[in-house]
C-alpha cells in the first residue's frame, strides 16, 4: 500500500489497514467500468459518500458507528476492484469470502463490528440501490424507466438536492478521508 502498511489480501489483520489507502484506492476506481459521461470516472469513493448521505436521509436517527459501516460498505474495493455482480458471480463463492474477510478487518480496524447486523446491511443495500439508480440516470445513460426496472423506483423526496458532479480524484480521496475523521470523532 502507499502507506507502507503490507496487506495479506488472503489473510488481512487489521493493523494494515489505512483510511488513507482505502480513500486513496476507492478515488481511483471506476464504477460502471467507467462508462459514465464526464470528464472524470465516477469513483467507488464518491459513491461511498453518496451512500452515506442518502442512509442518513433513510435513517435520521442513524448512530455515527451506522453512517461509518455505511461509509465503508464498499470499502474492500480499494484492493480489489469494483465487478458488476454478473462478474462476481461467476467467480463463485471465493470472491464473496475474500471480500468478507477484509471487510472485517476493515470494520475491527474502525472500532465497528466484523459483521454488521443483519437489519443495517438491509438499510445500507436500500441506499446503496438508490444510488445506484441515481448513477444510472444522471451519469450512465439509463432512462427512468430502465433505472426503475432494474433498481427500483426511489421515492424522490430522498434525493432532492442530490446531484451527481464527477470531480478529480485528489478532491473524492480528500472528501472521503475528512468524512470519515469527522465520523471517527463522533464515535468518541
Known sequence: MLSGRRLNLLDPTPVDIEIEDIAHGLAFVARWNGQTHGDFAYSVAEHSLLVE????????????????????HDAPEYVIGDMISPVKAAIGPDYGRLDDRLTAAIHIRFGLPAVP???????????DRISAWMEAV????????EANRIFGRPDHALIEG???????????????TARHAALMEQLT
Open 53 to 72: 448521505e442518502l442512509f442518513g436521509r433513510l435513517c435520521p436517527g442513524a448512530k455515527p458507528a451506522e453512517r461509518l459501516t455505511a461509509l465503508l
Open 117 to 127: 447486523p443483519k437489519r443495517l446491511k438491509q438499510r445500507i443495500k436500500k441506499a
Open 138 to 145: 444522471q451519469i450512465a445513460g439509463f432512462t427512468e424507466t
Open 162 to 176: 442530490l446531484e451527481i458532479i464527477l470531480r478529480a480524484p485528489v478532491e473524492v480521496r480528500n472528501d472521503y
